[in-house]
T-cell receptor, first 117, second 116 residues
Framework: AQKITQTQPGMFVQEKEAVTLDCTYD???????LFWYKQPSSGEMIFLIY??????QNATEGRYSLNFQKARKSANLVISASQLGDSAMYFC??????????????FGKGITLSVRP | NAGVMQNPRHLVRRRGQEARLRCSPM?????VYWYRQLPEEGLKFMVY????????ESGMPKERFSAEFPKEGPSILRIQQVVRGDSAAYFC??????????????FGQGTRLTVV
């Protein structure tokens, strides 16, 4: 079974500063993928970034980067130069990687981020 | 290329009625997933379907809930005899056949079901 843990209370960050959102996971699968999604108040789920368990380098996508520490089973999201539009709920998720097949996502409970002007 | 389309966006049902939620995947996608989100919670997997087949229904409640993805038309999540505890946001996601292992799931806007 897979489990994602996001235990931070609501996070606050000053505009233009960096912020780290924590995510730890547990799985017995040898290969897995880790995802971060953003859910603004409008409710849609927006994909941000992906990290494969076998990737040697941490993933980056624009202002988003993933601090992947496999031994600690953590996949923290770093947002640099925060913007007011970053205020949202952020979900960490994972899925088993199956050759030639798709599989479901397992989500954490999410972290609320508020960016202060 | 339209994204994942879910309708209705908001649905109000009285206890005991049936709720039908529709999901049209992105063009070229034949994998559909349904998730449920309770207030202040993350998304919980319900069911994974390919055209005409249920691949994984390990997250579906045993009673009152069913899902289908016919050869033609949208995927339908059906909830019979709704109860107040069914009130939630229901999200549909799709992914392509030719997806690589890092293929993200593309989500629809969700259907907010309120049972009164």
């Amino acid at each position: 079974a897979q489990k994602i843990t996001q235990t931070q209370p609501g996070m606050f960050v000053q505009e233009k500063e960096a912020v780290t959102l924590d995510c730890t996971y547990d799985t017995s699968d040898p290969s897995y993928g880790l995802f971060w999604y953003k859910q603004p108040s409008s409710g849609e789920m927006i994909f941000l970034i992906y990290q494969g368990s076998y990737d040697q380098q941490n993933a980056t996508e624009g202002r988003y980067s993933l601090n992947f520490q496999k031994a600690r089973k953590s996949a923290n999201l770093v947002i640099s130069a925060s913007q007011l539009g970053d205020s949202a709920m952020y979900f960490c998720a994972m899925r088993r990687l199956l050759t030639g097949a798709n599989s479901k996502l397992t989500f954490g409970k999410g972290i609320t981020l508020s960016v202060r002007p | 290329n339209a994204g994942v389309m879910q309708n209705p966006r908001h649905l109000v049902r009285r206890r005991g009625q049936e709720a039908r939620l529709r999901c049209s995947p992105m063009k070229g996608h034949s994998h559909v997933y349904w998730y449920r989100q309770l207030p202040e919670e993350g998304l919980k997997f319900m069911v994974y379907l390919q055209k005409e087949n249920i691949i994984d229904e390990s997250g579906m409640p045993k009673e009152r809930f069913s899902a289908e993805f016919p050869k033609e038309g949208p995927s339908i999540l059906r909830i019979q005899q709704v109860v107040r505890g069914d009130s939630a946001a229901y999200f549909c996601a799709s992914s392509p056949d030719s997806g690589t292992e890092n293929t993200e799931a593309f989500f629809g806007q969700g259907t907010r079901l309120t049972v009164v």
